[in-house]
């Protein structure tokens, strides 16, 4: 029987997520994606660091390898896609399809995992999924070529492409991080994850031809968000993988990708945003989801 615990790290999982998103789109205005992720994954695995000192060093270590190798692999790949989608398309055409991961999630869950989530369930998910896409649709610019309709329905538009196959990607990784924290615990995978990604994002970092020139105040404030960008990472990671230890990965990646409310509704009061009818009715396909998840 899940128990009402999961629920609540879901939620907090869903908050820390939107909190995350809310700090990088402020850094990637000065900073490259890859600049971004070397200090967000080595922060995060960190701060996690001392976590390992109270809990139970207990690990199945051949499968905890396989499983964060393939972690990894994944994880990379999908970053490496992310970035480019956003080289090469507007965020806001292409950010609001990473919300499909929990659509992917009811295949990949079941056929990793052997998930199976009911039609009630399952129908709360949707809810979810089309509430994060309408809080993410941006308001159509007024050249008709740059509008988010126009750009959608065009099946050239390879941001779109690449983000889609990142959410699968991430449906898969999502399902297989349940298994090492199964072989290990949601400690454990969380430093050893966050610390190899870290590592790779700084291989990748150091390819990025321009590198920003920060005054010293600029450079200042940058390492205060990096510093909070790593702890709301941190805590994020403890939250899912904990939750996903105890109930399904389908359902945990829902409440994440609901985080989306908490940006847009952080853009809504902090960048006095005036498009009311998405917001609400996002917020309510995104709550009433939420509920039929944890209640149907």
């Known amino acids: 029987m899940i128990t009402i615990n999961w629920v609540i790290l879901s939620i907090l999982t869903g908050v820390f997520f939107g909190l995350q998103t809310v700090f990088i789109k402020i850094l990637s205005k000065s900073l490259h994606s890859f600049q971004i992720l070397q200090y967000l994954f080595l922060i995060a695995g960190a701060l996690l660091l001392p976590f390992l000192f109270f809990v139970e060093f207990r690990i199945d ?32 055409l292409v950010m609001p399809f990473v919300g499909l991961t929990p659509l992917f999630l009811t295949i990949s869950g079941s056929l990793i995992l052997n998930e199976n989530i009911t039609y009630m369930k399952f129908s709360g998910i949707i809810l979810i999924v089309i509430g994060g896409f309408v809080l993410q649709i941006p308001e159509n610019i007024k050249n008709k070529e740059d509008s988010f309709l ?49 590592l790779a994002f700084f291989i990748l970092a150091k390819r990025v031809k321009k590198q920003p020139k920060a005054g010293q105040g600029k450079g200042n404030k940058i390492f205060l968000f990096f510093i909070i960008l790593g702890l709301v990472s941190a805590l994020l990671a403890l939250c899912q993988l904990t939750a996903i230890k105890f109930s399904y990965v389908t359902y945990v990646i829902s409440f994440k990708r609901a985080g989306v409310l908490i940006s847009s509704l952080i853009g809504f009061i902090y960048f006095k945003e005036k498009n009311y009818f998405k917001t609400i009715s996002g917020t309510i396909c995104i709550i009433f989801g939420a509920f039929i998840i944890t209640f149907g």
């Open 61 to 92: 270590l051949s499968n905890f390898l396989i499983v964060l190798f393939i972690s990894f692999v994944i994880n990379v790949v999908s970053f490496y896609l992310l970035a480019k989608a956003i080289e090469i398309s507007p965020v806001s």
């Open 150 to 198: 126009h750009r959608f329905i065009n099946i050239k538009e390879k941001g779109i492409r690449y983000v889609i196959i990142v959410a699968f990607l991430w449906s898969i990784s999502a399902s297989v991080e349940k298994i090492a924290v199964k072989a290990s615990s949601p400690e454990i995978y969380g430093v050893a994850i966050h610390l190899i990604l870290g």
